[in-house]
């Protein structure tokens, strides 16, 4: 299963884009998920956390494909309260 056509549709045709996401990972610099239709596990959205610094603090971003930004924006307090309680950082700025 690939993730490629559904991030066409969301506008994300860098071909080194997964293995961005899996490297953001590993040097726990950017943590991704796709965010999707739990039926189909069509990808909708993304959404990351995004440290800022040494300080403990990070954002949360995110995108969805037109017509899904309500899947984007139910997963917003979640992947916040990871961020929070597993990850110990403080979200700043709007998300």
């Known amino acids: 299963m690939t993730d490629r056509p559904a991030l066409a549709l969301a ?3 860098d071909p080194d884009h997964v293995r961005a996401c899996e490297r953001g ?19 909708l ?9 040494d300080e403990g603090e990070a954002h949360i971003t995110g995108y969805a494909r037109e017509g899904h930004e309500e899947p984007l924006a139910a997963a917003r307090p979640v992947v916040r309260r990871f961020a929070e309680g597993a990850l110990g950082y403080t979200i700043v700025g709007r998300y």
């Open 45 to 53: 959205a993304e959404i990351a956390i995004e440290p800022l610094g």
């Open 25 to 43: 990972w590993d040097d726990e610099t950017r943590f991704t998920w796709a965010v999707c239709e739990p039926t189909t596990g069509e990808m």
């Open 11 to 13: 506008g994300v045709t």
